[in-house]
């Protein structure tokens, strides 16, 4: 009896051993693969070139196009994703009835829900040709359709997030500023937006996270062509994007083509990583707790 | 009422007005998006759409591979992600709640769900496609994904089992059963619920990703149906991606028609998630 309670406590350690074993994976596959690939190209031209070309003749291997591509595309996602997705949260929590909430919040959710390809599709075929008629000077893939579309996709990440954090103020904050007069938006800018401010940046993060390592939605609508610009009308490429075209393409095992797409992803999952631990910090030691 | 007080009202009305609008653009833009795909795919939907193999010509086009990779890769990540996940979630919850394993463990899960999912494609692709040798199998493309839904399932079942109250499990080892005992009588059924709501949410991440699967190496033309867990494959969502980039517009149907497939199977296991967390969430009132 004893022994078979033991077994069982091991096997189930065991299973949550794999997810320890799983980023032990990650950080060594990515390290060891860009460790190859900084021996042939020095890590300065790496971040000073200008020029992102390992799959031409003319091999120049400056991460920087990437980097802004995938910034941009990011900014514009944020600037759509942060006042639609906070707004809703202050609605849904200081002035839509309760059944109202009920109904839209899993309607919202959905958004998150739809598969990202889905949302390339949409991106490249319905709202670059609607934008075009605005903007005539904008190209076929461009990084201001992927970076609306990507906005829409993350808004439920910010308003849902940003609502529990909202919910979690204590009622008697909300009926004091009341009992001083306040209005509702007062209340809600200047009483229940900053006594939850810690949770409302984590969402904030959290969605700039999701937006930097988004891949389909940017690889259909964005463009293949890395360049060094904050345009958003041209064509441009962003990290994923480069990892997925040369996972479609014919690039020999071990060459140097092959070995960018570990010094792009570790770009990639350094930039990620740093966000969602300063996220985790902030929820740690600014979390106001109301008992 | 004095005048900076009635500006204020009006300032809240405005506001009102303009989080009324906020909230129906995301619905909007949600409702756009299912009209413009129904409006260019529906009609493309027929038995031989379903049951075509891929071919050059789109109106010949079917998406049966796409259907029977899915189908093979949905089953594997199932075998292989839902015992981990849940053992791992009963782990950290009723053995390790205390010790600092438990907390790295913790924080290592949180870091995990906010790796890019391509990230998992590259790990993927380097120590099951390469190094265990599986080749741009079924099996490699079902590891990457169980990897990839793992945190979602532990994290569910966590928050299922912190629901069960104390008093059952007291009054389970007031009865002599043990520790496992108390687990697999008690707790288990009683969080069920909540996990099976975990586990479909992350069955239906796993049949919408494309990209980690695209890095291992799923090919994007397969002209059999796969037969085994060693077979190439392809999956609806690059299916999808493939005859997105195509130049001729029949291929832009085609998308079309595969993704009012593709969303059918999401929208499903959505709708039998919120069901199922709903009908648990009254039901699990103590």
């Known amino acids: 009896m004893k022994i078979k309670e033991k077994i069982i406590e091991a096997i189930l350690f065991l299973c949550s051993f794999i997810t320890i074993l799983t980023t032990v994976g990650i950080i060594f596959v990515l390290a060891s693969e860009s460790y190859l690939f900084f021996k042939e190209v020095s890590i300065i031209d790496f971040f000073t070139d200008t020029q992102w070309t390992p799959l031409f003749a003319q091999k120049r291997f400056g991460i920087l196009p990437l980097v802004t591509g995938t910034l941009l595309t990011t900014l514009i996602a944020v600037s759509v994703a942060i006042p639609v997705g906070l707004t809703i949260a202050i609605y849904l929590n200081e002035y839509a009835p309760k059944r109202f909430t009920l109904v839209v919040k899993p309607l919202l959710e959905i958004l998150a829900a739809v598969p990202t390809v889905v949302y390339g599709f949409f991106a490249l075929l319905f709202v670059t040709p609607l934008l075009q008629k605005f903007i005539p000077d904008l190209a076929g893939f461009n990084a201001l359709s992927a970076g609306l579309v990507m906005g829409v996709m993350i808004i439920p990440y910010v308003s849902s997030l940003s609502e529990d954090a909202l919910r979690a103020v204590p009622n008697s904050l909300r009926e004091a500023a009341y009992g001083m007069g306040s209005t509702k938006l007062q209340t809600a800018f200047r009483v229940m937006v900053p006594a939850a401010s810690s949770g409302i940046i984590v969402s904030i993060i959290l969605a700039i996270s999701r937006a930097v390592g988004e891949t389909m939605i940017v690889a259909i609508a964005a463009g293949q062509e890395p360049r060094l610009t904050m345009n958003p009308l041209v064509p441009i490429e962003t990290i994923t994007t480069y990892i997925v075209q040369v996972s479609l393409g014919d690039v020999p095992q071990d060459s140097i083509e092959y070995r960018t797409i570990f010094a792009a992803g570790i770009t990639l999952f350094v930039f990620t990583f740093l966000l969602n631990n300063i996220s985790f910090y902030i929820k740690r030691k600014y979390q106001e707790k109301y008992e | ?286």
């Open chain 2, 1 to 286: 009422m004095s005048n900076a007080s009635r500006n204020n009202r009006i300032k809240d009305q405005i506001f009102k007005i303009f989080a009324i609008g906020c909230t129906f653009f995301g619905l909007l833009v949600l409702a756009v998006l299912l009209g413009d795909i129904l409006y260019r795919g529906f009609t493309r939907i027929d038995w031989n759409f379903i049951t075509d193999l891929p071919s050059r010509i789109p109106r010949r086009a079917g998406i049966l591979t796409a259907l029977f990779g899915m189908i093979w890769v949905l089953v594997l990540t199932i075998l292989i992600s839902f015992p981990l996940g849940i053992g791992a979630g009963i782990y950290l919850e009723e053995y390790g709640v205390k010790n600092r394993f438990a907390r790295i463990v913790e924080l290592n899960i949180a870091n995990l769900a906010g790796v890019p999912s391509i990230i998992y494609g590259i790990l993927g692709l380097q120590v099951f496609v390469r190094l265990a040798n599986l080749g741009n199998s079924i099996l490699a493309g079902s590891l990457t994904l169980s990897l990839l839904v793992l945190p979602i399932i532990i994290v569910s079942t966590r928050e299922a089992i912190k629901a069960v109250p104390k008093s059952l499990r007291e009054g389970s080892y007031a009865m002599g059963a043990s520790k496992w005992q108390t687990i697999s009588n008690i707790v288990l059924p009683a969080s069920f619920g909540g996990i099976i709501t975990g586990l479909i949410l992350a069955m239906s991440r796993a049949i919408g990703e494309t990209a980690p699967l695209i890095v291992v190496g799923a090919l994007v033309y397969v002209p059999f149906i796969p037969n085994g867990p060693m077979d190439e494959f392809t999956v609806l969502p690059i299916q999808i991606f493939n005859w997105v980039t195509r130049p001729q517009s029949g291929f832009i149907i085609n998308a079309a028609a595969a993704i009012i497939v593709l969303l059918s199977f999401t929208f499903m296991m959505n709708i039998v998630a919120v069901y199922l967390r709903n009908r648990w969430s009254k039901k699990m009132k103590f």
